[in-house]
């Protein structure tokens, strides 16, 4: 099984560009996430969508646009990029019955200069 | 939110047992307490979750006392595969999750 997809898995950005991350699972899974990583810190909730059509703010959603475009897919846009979203980007889902583990992408990582 | 506070650091060495405290004095009722497993450039990977008493696997046992107040990981007999960040949460059953990893616990393994 492939479980959570991301692509691409390296990518550079000059500030203002925009940018589209990609994230696929192959679970099933009604709930879909979307995480941020900066160095030696825990990860952040940036979006989630507890179900197809439907997307909330997470803890840190500034500077981000989310799109569930289906049961499977799940991506995060930069609209207009600043160096102060350079990070490793995670995507995850889970089943929506409740306290159910996420399974984790293997991350996109985003240097933006 | 469900916060948790673990150290950020701990070493062991090879055929150790290691065991990881959570504190997480204000868990709600409904909240379980899940552990996650992140090596470097992965994702994290579930290791292992329960509500109350002792939950065990084939990866690691979770023990968590009457007041849910706080939690142990405890893995039996570790190797140099297990130096990872080690994340503990309290998941919030509502349909809509926020959830909060926090720094995590840093294992190192040595020979």
């Known amino acids: 099984n492939a479980g959570v997809t991301q692509t691409p898995k390296f990518q550079v950005l000059k500030t203002g560009q925009s940018m589209t991350l990609q994230c696929a699972q192959d679970?099933?899974?009604?709930?879909m996430y979307w995480y941020r990583q900066d160095p030696g810190m825990g990860l952040r909730l940036i979006y989630y969508s507890a179900s197809e059509g439907t997307t909330d703010k997470g803890e840190v959603p500034n500077g981000y646009n989310v799109s569930r475009l289906n049961k499977r897919e799940f991506s995060l846009r930069l609209e207009s990029a600043a160096p102060s979203q350079t990070s490793v980007y995670f995507c995850?889902?889970?089943?929506?019955?409740?306290?159910?583990?996420?399974?984790f992408g293997d991350g996109t990582r985003l240097s933006i200069l | 939110l469900a916060k948790t506070t673990q150290p950020i650091s701990m070493d062991s060495y090879e055929g150790q047992e290691v065991n990881i405290t959570c504190s997480h004095n204000n868990i709600a009722t409904n909240d379980y307490i899940t552990w996650y497993q992140q090596f470097p450039s992965q994702g994290p990977r579930f290791i292992i979750q329960?509500?109350?008493t002792k939950v065990t696997n084939e990866v690691a046992s979770l023990f968590i006392p009457a007041d849910r107040k706080s939690s142990t990981l405890s893995l039996p007999r570790v190797s140099l595969s297990d130096t990872a960040v080690y994340y503990c949460?309290?998941?919030?059953?509502?349909?809509?999750?926020?959830?909060?990893f926090g720094s995590g616990t840093r294992l190192q393994v040595q020979p």
């Open positions: 679970m099933n899974h009604n709930s």
């Open positions: 329960g509500y109350k």
């Open positions: 995850a889902s889970s089943e929506s019955r409740p306290n159910q583990p996420q399974h």
């Open positions: 949460l309290a998941l919030m059953d509502t349909g809509r999750r926020a959830l909060t």
